[in-house]
């Protein structure tokens, strides 16, 4: 039999097909990512290529002109009735005449690359875990007995190789009718876990459909929710919010809500509800930005830290409260929306990553999906600040370890005395004059520094309101490089540091930012907060520095500031005050939300799932409390930057 030669670019697989054999089979021979949602038939136009003409040296081939067979009445078709843009053929139609240059364009591969965000450390492969499947079931026939869902099953089985497929009821409310409209041709949404796992179908629509196919990708922060809206085809994150967290009201922190739930008989249910409320609002939100409804999702992700991780799925977290801080369950977890409540598609999967451990959360796990610690051929320290600093630190070569340490909610503005969250009006970026001790600032929602013209002005509607977390590691580093902080976390009296911007305050000092505005809100920076902050800053130093003992190192390669907070801290400060262990500067880099990215990549590949369960599995998880060597890095880290550490890299 005569052949020819195909070559398919980008990937440049190649190989020998029959004459006659089509484009799509030929991908498919050759192992080539080509998509088809119709299975062939010329309508969904999914399978579509760009063939070349003339001279390929690179290849060493030439194409001729007809080296696909002309268009035949399918083709033909589908161009007349939706077009087909310039030099473009589908790939189930055309068929190979001789040797052929073929280029697969991004959205015709299902396993396309999602366009990399800024921060983002790795790039995603698209493999969704929901696909749609177009198929032609056969009818039903007096003579051989059998039910629609059969018939539906064995078609997806013969037509795409799907055996054993299962739909839930909600699919066989509306079964019947939708194969009869549709005349015995369907669009299956099928899920399946991984390939070869059991397919199982959540939704069917007469003939043929390809409205987009909806994922949603949850990030459940204490303090805030935020969601990210995927388009499961093209990977495209088409609209992201997010909300303040409704337990808030029964505790700021996460161990105000664990006590909540034990001193109130209910309250636990409570929290769950008003999570899972919360979450249905931000839901109905994301979809109707644009225009779909909350049952248009088919897949979720969902990433949380261990208290809210048990509290979204209705599980007491009284055992979090106290040693030795055993979860439930830390294995991953598939899950169908309506056993959480929440209002997606009622056959909809909600995936929970897995726990690290019971202070180290699904979200500590998505950080690690995101970072992947554990494929970095330099030694790498992730650090994600919130009110507990989860620290990571590891290579290809030697592993990951991990474990938390309770920094409190100073980073976050909470007690400090004109502290903030981040917010228009905060101070956000500090400069003190070393010479005068004078400060200059810039507030969140403007891009003017306290000493420019029309910085009162600019700020008119806020005023300056507080300092928020980023705001006030900058405010103490600053004060000690300026002399007007001790190594020791105390500030001068206006004698020792020459302004009377430092005044007594009690027993202590206390330095004046800003005097009282027209509303009497002035800005003070105590002896009180600077304890607080050091406290904070030796937590999350000596969880590091543990780490770093373990390892047996005294460095590390480079450091990764994750989370929202990492977003907005600016490194030298953070090293000034002894937060983060030295390093050369321009290896600290912030990765943004990368639990939200975490959790986006789980959703998008299917085999993220199974990869970051194995990954999770062999982190070596470490117990700070009950480490004696964390007490005294923790000592050493009150002093600013350190007592006994070195920071060769700030000289
Ligand atoms: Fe659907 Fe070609 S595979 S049009």
């Known amino acids: 039999d005569e052949t020819a030669l195909v070559i398919f670019t980008p990937s440049g697989k190649r190989g020998r097909v029959p004459v006659g054999t089509t484009v799509l089979e030929a991908a498919r021979k050759l192992g080539v990512d080509l998509d088809s949602v119709c299975g062939g038939r010329g309508i969904c136009s999914k399978c579509q290529v760009s063939p070349g003409t003339g001279s390929f040296p690179k290849h060493n081939v030439t194409v001729a002109e007809d080296a696909l067979s002309p268009w035949n009445a399918v083709e033909a078709r589908y161009d007349e009735k939706r077009g087909l843009p310039e030099g473009r053929r589908l790939g189930c139609q055309a068929r190979v005449q001789s040797d052929v240059v073929l280029d697969v364009p991004p959205e015709s591969q299902v396993h396309k690359q999602v366009v990399r965000k800024r921060a983002e450390a790795r790039e995603i492969v698209m493999s969704p875990a929901v696909r749609l499947y177009y198929v032609e079931v056969e009818e039903p026939d007096m003579h051989e007995p059998s039910g629609d869902l059969e018939r539906l099953a064995a078609a997806l089985a013969e037509q795409w190789s799907l055996p054993g497929a299962t739909a839930g009821l909600t699919v066989m409310h509306g079964l019947q009718p939708i194969l009869r409209k549709g005349e015995w041709?369907?669009?299956?949404?099928?899920?399946?876990?991984?390939?070869?796992?059991?397919?199982?179908?959540?939704?069917?629509?007469?003939?043929?459909?390809?409205?987009?196919?909806?994922?949603?990708?949850?990030?459940?922060?204490?303090?805030?929710?935020?969601?990210?809206?995927?388009?499961?085809?093209?990977?495209?994150?088409?609209?992201?919010?997010?909300?303040?967290?409704?337990?808030?009201?029964?505790?700021?922190?996460?161990?105000?809500?664990?006590?909540y739930s034990m001193m109130n008989a209910g309250g636990a249910d409570e929290m769950t509800r008003a999570v899972r409320e919360g979450m249905n609002r931000l839901i109905a939100e994301l979809t109707a930005e644009v225009g779909a409804v909350p049952r248009d999702i088919l897949d979720a992700v969902l990433v949380c830290n261990p208290v809210m991780h048990h509290l979204f799925l209705g599980i007491d977290p009284y055992e979090l409260g106290q040693a030795p801080f055993a979860l439930a369950t830390s294995a991953a977890m598939t899950l169908r929306a309506p056993e959480v409540s929440l209002d997606l598609h009622p056959e909809a999967s909600v995936y929970l990553l897995p726990c690290i451990a019971g202070h180290v959360g699904a979200d500590a796990a998505a950080v690690t999906l995101s970072e992947a610690p554990e494929k970095s051929r330099d030694l790498v320290l992730v650090v994600d600040v919130g009110t507990n600093a989860e620290i990571q630190l590891g290579d290809a070569a030697g592993g990951v370890m991990a474990c938390s340490s309770p920094t409190g909610p100073a980073f976050e503005g909470a007690q400090i005395s004109s502290g903030q969250r981040a917010a228009p009006g905060a101070i956000e970026r500090v400069e003190i004059d070393p010479a005068t001790k004078e400060p200059r600032y810039k507030v969140i929602g403007s891009d003017l520094w306290s000493n420019e013209d029309g910085?009162?002005?600019?700020?008119?509607?806020?005023?300056?309101?507080?300092?928020?977390?980023?705001?006030?590691?900058?405010?103490?580093?600053?004060?000690?490089?300026?002399?007007?902080?001790?190594?020791?976390?105390?500030?001068?009296?206006?004698?020792?540091?020459?302004?009377?911007?430092?005044?007594?305050?009690?027993?202590?000092?206390?330095?004046?930012?800003?005097?009282?505005?027209?509303?009497?809100?002035?800005?003070?920076?105590?002896?009180?907060?600077?304890?607080?902050?050091?406290?904070?800053?030796?937590?999350?130093?000596?969880?590091?520095?543990?780490?770093?003992?373990?390892?047996?190192?005294?460095?590390?390669?480079?450091?990764?500031?994750?989370?929202?907070?990492?977003?907005?801290?600016?490194?030298?400060h953070a090293m000034i005050l002894g937060m983060i262990p030295d390093c050369p500067l321009d290896k600290v880099s912030s990765a943004g939300n990368a639990a939200g990215t975490g959790a986006r990549i789980a959703l998008l590949n299917r085999e993220a799932r199974a990869e970051i369960e194995a990954t999770v599995r062999d982190i070596r998880k470490i117990e700070t409390a009950i480490e004696p060597r964390f007490q005294e890095h923790f000592v050493n880290a009150s002093a600013i930057p350190n007592a006994v550490d070195a920071f060769p890299n700030l000289e």
């Open 185 to 259: 041709k369907v669009t299956c949404a099928v899920f399946q876990s991984s390939e070869g796992a059991a397919p199982r179908i959540l939704k069917v629509w007469p003939g043929f459909h390809d409205g987009p196919l909806l994922g949603l990708a949850v990030d459940l922060g204490s303090t805030t929710i935020a969601g990210h809206l995927c388009d499961l085809a093209s990977g495209a994150v088409v609209a992201s919010s997010g909300i303040m967290n409704p337990q808030i009201r029964f505790g700021e922190d996460l161990m105000s809500r664990v006590s």
């Open 455 to 572: 910085f009162d002005l600019a700020i008119a509607t806020t005023g300056v309101t507080g300092i928020c977390g980023s705001g006030i590691i900058e405010m103490v580093a600053e004060m000690r490089m300026a002399g007007i902080l001790d190594a020791s976390g105390l500030i001068g009296s206006a004698e020792q540091t020459g302004t009377d911007r430092c005044f007594p305050d009690g027993r202590t000092h206390s330095y004046r930012v800003r005097d009282a505005d027209d509303l009497g809100r002035e800005i003070v920076v105590t002896n009180k907060d600077i304890r607080e902050i050091q406290m904070a800053k030796a937590a999350l130093y000596s969880g590091a520095r543990l780490l770093m003992d373990k390892r047996g190192v005294d460095t590390v390669d480079r450091i990764v500031l994750a989370g929202a907070f990492g977003a907005h801290i600016s490194p030298k």
